[in-house]
């Protein structure tokens, strides 16, 4: 354990202000969740692959939600020639590479018989963790309340202080299915659909929401406060759970399909909309309707658009759909080149309002996505050249300007001296990969870890070389034609001077002023008129839901059937092809992009950030969080099981976002997170403004925690992070963090919880200092 006197004198070296994290690592391990044995239950599982599997999953299911901690019925589900419930073993998916399957892959595995979990304390049982997904767990921003998805279920914790982080569930959700689901495939598991893959909280208007996505495209929500409202009035009776089924259920607010199997997700809370990614290439918006009162006012403009079909002009049918008098579905389709979407946020204007989506691919390309406007297409932002040929796409975040911690110097701005800032040769890109030297009690050797990376020893050079990297070093080959040679330059001159008003060079600089053609604009419109219907606008009414493509001012009609799968796929491919997409670096691409955002977005292993602002550096960091197998005798016997690899578990798909503490948190699947805080500095490095970037603060586990082996040798399924409840007496059964009439005092801290694919809990506790000079907070 450090002790406070170190801490503090490793905060004064490091210059500036840190995010602290307290030197105790708190551990919840699966004997104490489920009892002894549960290590060898799973191995258990193990031996069991290869046996014969039941049928297929009942498609059957009723739409009703079950919220019981007893044992579900056996006709639920399909049984083996024993009667016993079949689901996907975790270990056959440790052993199958299961954590490594792409969002467009599908891999089916041989399905073993395992005991159902939902009735807590039983002998060697455990629920069930889905496999490859993104986010299974979150915590609420309110209420004590911890959300872990199993399979198709949730459970719902009031968590504690270690040692019992998790108690047993006072709450199981179980979602069910919409009518639409039976009619599109799943992605990663065809026996068993509905699953959950990604799990988020966040505010929708004035309350809170969970939401979650499933695999055959089911997307779902509950208020938090019905759920709060639901434990309150249906104690527990003896500790072990709730009423039984027979009490009434929460109901979600919230049920739609989006045809496809279903990934990222984001909450706008001012504009109230909920966003989904999904295998289908395209992007759904759900825009609840506003009552009078919470109208947005629409600018008139000169109305010289064509006439849709509709028998509107495509101004008119803007004006109708932005009044939000309806509710709206909201399709932005990606174009031909684009894929499945992992994860996507909101681009704000300068109202506070949603305005675009940013989306990214799985092959890393972020979209902007126009919510609001008829006949505007996408805009992409290719992914950077990079020396690293496996390049994904897993997350992109969207941050003003007010997310950036305002710093001293290019140290504190981006976590490494100034002269050890890598920059390719005629780029605008800066490499603070060397940052990697300078992360305190980081676990892995950085020179062992680089060394085993294509091309990266330029990183232990420059790291060591008192004068940064050399231009009389050895070249390395661009990313994609190992023939060719890139030369590559360090940072030289006053990078710590005022900025200067330098520019780089051969960047184009963003119009404000929209210069699109209006031909270009309406290009898309006309193309498409497939099941579309008159709207007329009542104003003076809330009205019924109706579906949009805004690209291509296509209203399809809410009243026929759907359409079959086959067909539906064939619309759609037609509908991508049709759409037109505009490169963000082309001259005069966008209109009012605004210039104060950043986008954060990762791949396999790496960090970069992309200031819409094209006058501003991007910056990148490269193998944030990879995979290093364990050296022989290090895994312990009981994980020996456990078996992934780099390719199929590096994927930095996991991020949340704290902005009392300017602070991301990056989580992979490797089992590791990083602690990243967003900067922004008047300095210049090699003659161009930095304005926004990041430093890493900490990779978790530390070093001192791999040396006792606390991570267990498996993927991470879900990390989830708020703030503690506020100390002070509480009312019996009291769920807010922070009850009315209690007042917090002193630095607000926060709780990060990892979620490991064999029950193991870690949890941090982090806050965010003053000054180096202050005292090592304790907790």
Known sequence: MMNAEADTQQQTEA??????????????????????????????????????????????????????????????????????????????????????LGLDELQEMPPVSLPLVDEPGAANAFPQTSTGRCNLTALSQRYNLYFAAYQDKIHVYQPQRAPRILPPPCLILHPGTTKLAALYPAELDRRFPHQINNMIVGNLGNLEIVLFAFDDGDVGAYYTHTLVHWIKTYPKHDGAGPLSRHSPKPKMFFHENVSLSAWGL?????????????????????????????????????????????????????????????????????????????????????????DKIAAIDIWGVVWLLDIWKIGTGPVTIPTTPDLNRYVRGWSVMAFPDSAFKPTKSVREALGLPAKEIVIPHKSSLLDITCGLYYIKDLAVNVNDMIRSRPYSNIYERTHNSPFGFSKDSPSFPEEGNPSLSSDWESVSGDSDSDEDGSTIPNMTTDSSIDTTPSSQRWGALGKSNSRSTQIKDFSDEVQLRREIIPVFGETPDPGKPPLTHPAYVRMCADRQKKVEVTKVDDVGPYRHLPKDFCLLRTSAADLELVPLDRTARRLTFKHILTFLPPQPGQLPSHHAFHTYSQMRTERVHLMLHVPELFLVVLGSEVGRVALVTLTKTSKTVHGAPVRRGFRVDCVLPRKAEEQKKVRPYCGLVGMAISPEPAQGPRAKGQLELCPPGMARTGPVVYRLILHYADHTILMYDLARGKDPEDELMIF
């Open 15 to 100: 210059g500036y202000d840190e995010v602290y994290v307290h030197p105790v690592c708190h551990v919840q391990t699966p004997e104490s969740r489920f009892g002894p044995g549960i290590r060898e239950s799973f191995a258990a599982h193990v031996n069991m692959l290869g046996m014969p599997g039941g049928d297929d999953f009942d498609d059957e299911e009723d739409d009703e939600d079950s919220d019981d901690i007893e044992a579900e019925d056996e006709d639920e589900y399909d049984t083996d020639d024993d009667g016993e419930p079949v689901f996907l073993s975790l270990g056959a998916w440790l052993l199958g590479g299961g954590m490594t």
């Open 266 to 354: 984001a909450i706008h809370q001012q504009s109230r909309l909920i966003a989904v990614g999904s295998n289908r290439h395209e992007v759904t918006v759900f825009a609840f309707a506003f009552t009078r009162h919470d109208r947005v006012g629409m600018v008139d403009e000169l109305d010289e658009s064509p006439e849709i079909w509709t028998g509107q002009t495509a101004l008119q049918l803007q004006k109708h759909f932005q009044s939000r008098t309806r509710t709206w579905k909201i399709t932005l389709p990606l174009a031909t080149s684009g894929h499945n979407i992992p994860g996507l946020s909101f681009l704000d204007d300068e109202h506070g309002n949603a």
